[in-house]
């Protein structure tokens, strides 16, 4: 594995049913990736698909039910929650939500860094002002309370405090969704040159098929918490093999394929219940190419042509 890079084999995360003691909604169902030194790997899929559990998971937030997540060779089961915190940040949807409203922006920047070593205040102070900067904000502003700034603004913040700690990778749930579009494209920009200045990996989780054709250079596609297909960027969205990949890059008119240009529409629009996902393949209910095998057989993830794809077609 290439030296800085993150490694995720087999990833379940398994949320008992209430009331039974053999069910369970399988939020995360074998989840591998991986992702190399200063790239951005866009997830993508329905609200429901395992995105945010993902990046929860990844985070700790969530203990894993089975499978490793390692960096550089080093596993995070085998790692202090301080060098963990080092390795990986997260920048979260609402960045209203996210950021403590009682406390000003250089102590919401500078919390991890108070938390995690034994700099003075004096310092921290200093070092969340740089960061301040080096996010757009200015200096100053370093007095102000959450409420004092725009959404925007808001979400500077909550990407200075992921960097506090110098991390080597940033999950990005939802990054920009809760913004006005003409900032959404100021923030994308930024996080472009934050990873080309710092050397970063991002982890971009999106519904937006348009903001991650723009940032991602890898894209993986979920489906009921399993991996439909994963990828090189270009080549998912210009040949998908996928029928659900198709479908959501046409409903998304992404692509210019004339193939997904001509593909037909979901059968049924409705997703099925994750307490109870239809056996055989999870997407044969919706799928407009599913055969009578689809029913029965679940696919196992495959590699073909440097793509990972989860399906009997």
């Known amino acids: ?75 995070f089961d085998n790692m202090s929650n301080k060098v963990k915190y080092e390795t990986m940040q997260m920048v979260f949807q609402d960045p209203l939500d996210s950021l403590n409203p009682r406390k000003k922006a250089w102590e919401i920047i500078a919390d991890p860094l108070l938390i995690n070593s034994k700099v ?24 102000k309370y959450p409420h004092m700034f725009s959404g925007g603004q808001r979400q500077r913040l909550g990407i200075a405090r992921a960097l506090i700690l ?18 959404q494209a100021q923030i994308l920009n930024l996080l472009k040159e934050l990873q080309k200045d710092l050397g970063l990996s991002y982890i971009f989780i999106s519904h937006d ?49 004339e193939e997904i240009k001509s593909f037909p529409k ?11 996902p239809p056996t055989g393949c999870a997407f044969h209910t919706r799928c407009p190419l599913a055969k009578d095998e689809c029913h029965s057989i679940l696919p196992e993830v495959e590699s073909k042509n440097e793509r990972s794809v989860s399906c009997l077609l």
């Open 1 to 75: 594995m290439t030296a800085n890079s993150l490694l995720v084999q087999n990833l379940k995360k398994f949320y008992p049913v209430k009331g039974s003691s053999e069910k369970f909604v399988k939020a995360l169902n074998d989840v591998s990736f991986t992702l190399p030194p200063n790239t951005t790997l866009g997830i993508v899929g329905e609200s429901g698909c395992g995105k945010s559990t993902l990046a929860k998971t990844l985070m700790g937030l969530e203990d894993k039910t089975h499978g490793s997540i390692s960096f550089n060779d080093n596993s």
């Open 120 to 143: 003075s205040k004096t310092e921290a102070l200093k070092k969340a002002q740089e960061l301040m900067a080096k996010v757009g904000l200015r200096p100053e502003q370093s007095h």
């Open 166 to 183: 110098n991390p080597k990778v940033l999950i990005l749930d939802e990054p920009v969704s809760a913004l006005d579009v003409s900032v």
């Open 209 to 257: 098929l348009s903001v991650v054709n723009y940032m991602a250079d890898d894209i993986m596609v979920m489906y009921l918490g399993r991996v439909a297909e994963y990828g090189n960027a270009d080549k998912v969205f210009n040949n998908p093999y996928h029928p659900y990949t198709k479908t959501l890059l046409k409903s998304g008119h992404i692509s210019q394929s």
């Open 266 to 276: 979901l059968i049924s629009s409705e997703l099925p219940s994750p307490l109870n």
